[in-house]
């Protein structure tokens, strides 16, 4: 059994493996990080810090995930302590004041734990709750009154939480005249503990090394249906594809999305599957099954204004299909691989025949994916984000054999019978893949094919 701890400002690498020898030491915890971690039941996730501000902070469901097979998860100090006091009564396992303050409504903002710091962890503010234990403390000691340290917190309280520092705590004590309360207190912290946020967190981490009793379960609520579509796509996209281990499902999904020629075709007959309520067989089958499920619920393009129709069909398929052929293609247009389908498959076995497990497509994509490394640690403005849109738009209709000078209403079609929202969001999806794509088409170094004008815009971001 394994444990992973997420610790950063609060707690220094070092002192994390001092106090639980062996744990596998992690940087503040992120969105999708605790679905990265090759978790079993029986492990233990310890979240100490997270970031929110600079990244998306670690969602309720990823801990949900996890709690519901059988992994503890244990918060205190500061992220850890905000999400323990929340999913406290799912299981997952709170440990210290901060938390128990947290949990009892004593406390309720985020900002009483939050700090700004460096990229490599270095605090460079000071969390709420360690200004007010400095001057509670300080008043149980007999050098301040109350009034005083009710005084100082409201002034550490109207600063934001990056400017929360001892030097600007007393600009604010000399213009509001509690000039003599503060350096009392500032003398007093420098030879006094007062971090409850490292004492918390310290506290949970030797808890964790003594042994916890085991976990019992998760609980009925892991038989509601919390699993959302969102839950779903969170997991495709961070957690390692159970076949290759290296790249997420989602991104080997999506691959053949954009490359496998005869993805469109697979995508055709999951849809009108699905429309049909059956398993996929027989095409001509399947059509007809789905055109009876639409014509017994009134649907039929004869019922559709001719703009309707111009949003899913190209002028050409509007003026040369048959109807039912109109219908079939409409149909698998409007469905899209996406968060919001609650058909989103989340693994090969829930993807089925819409994945062709016979192309090594997992190697091309970690082939990619080493690319984009390589280029953005040369230079951090050529990160795919900084590609040309109109140089992968160029690239893609190549790749699908559509015309040079296609039209947007044909280049939508294609992104939508390969379950695109639209070529523009194609386009989107395909930034992770191009460099390794062009790569492997003209051996070009990546550098070469990001353009210049989009890496001055990374100035910007």
Not at 63 to 89: K, T
Not at 97 to 115: K, N, S, T, Y
Not at 338 to 351: H, I, L, M
Request: glycine share 6%; hydrophobic share 45%.
């Amino acid at each position: 059994m394994r444990v992973h701890v997420f610790a950063g400002p609060t707690l220094p690498t070092a002192r994390v493996r001092e106090l639980v020898p062996g744990a596998v030491c992690h940087p503040p915890v992120r969105h999708g990080d605790l679905l990265r971690l090759d978790t079993a039941p029986g492990d233990t996730v310890v979240v100490i810090d997270g970031l929110w501000h600079q990244s998306a902070p670690v969602r309720h469901k990823e801990i949900l995930l996890l709690l519901a097979e059988g992994v503890r998860v244990v918060g205190a100090a500061s992220m850890g302590a905000l999400r323990a006091a929340e999913l406290a009564p799912y299981g997952m396992t709170g440990i210290g004041q901060i938390f128990d303050q947290l949990r009892d409504g004593i406390l309720d903002a985020d900002d009483e734990v939050a700090v700004l710091h460096t990229p490599d962890g270095k605090p460079l503010a000071e969390a709420l709750v360690n200004l007010r234990t400095a001057f509670t403390r300080c008043a149980a000691a007999g050098l301040i009154s109350t009034d005083d340290a009710r005084n100082l917190e409201d002034l550490a309280r109207a600063l934001p939480y990056t400017r929360r520092s001892w030097a600007a705590l007393g600009h604010g004590a000399r213009a509001a005249g509690a000039t003599e309360a503060f350096e009392t207190v500032d003398a007093w912290r420098r030879t006094n503990p007062y971090d409850l946020k490292r004492e918390d967190a310290e506290r949970a981490l030797a808890l964790v090394a003594a042994g916890l009793p085991p976990v019992t379960g998760a609980g009925p609520w892991a038989q509601e249906p919390w699993r959302t579509s969102f839950v779903r796509y969170w997991a495709a996209t961070f957690r390692p594809d159970q076949d290759s281990g290296t790249v997420p499902f989602l991104a080997v999904l999506q691959h053949q999305q954009l490359y496998d020629p005869r993805f469109a075709g697979r995508w055709r007959a999951r849809v009108l599957a699905a429309v049909a309520w059956r398993s996929v067989g027989d095409p001509a089958d399947l059509e007809s099954a789905a055109l009876r499920v639409a014509a017994a619920e009134g649907v039929d393009t004869a019922g559709m204004s001719r703009r309707q129709l111009a949003f899913w069909l190209t002028p050409e398929e509007i003026r040369d299909l048959a109807p039912a052929e109109s219908l079939l293609r409409i149909m698998v247009r409007s469905a899209r691989l996406d968060g919001a389908w609650t058909a989103w498959p989340s693994t090969r076995a829930e993807a089925g025949e819409l994945l062709d497990a016979g192309l090594a497509t997992a190697e091309v994509v970690a082939a990619a994916f080493a690319l984009n490394a390589a280029a953005e640690a040369a230079d951090a403005r050529r990160s795919t984000a900084h590609l040309d849109p109109d140089r992968i738009g160029r690239h893609l209709a190549a790749r699908w054999h559509l015309a040079a000078d296609a039209d947007q209403a044909v280049l939508d079609a294609a992104a939508r019978d390969r379950a695109f929202r639209d070529f523009a969001g194609a386009i989107e999806v395909a930034r992770a893949f191009y460099l390794g794509a062009r790569a492997a088409e003209t051996s070009s170094p990546p550098a070469a094919v990001v353009s210049s004008s989009a890496a001055r815009e990374s100035q910007r971001t």
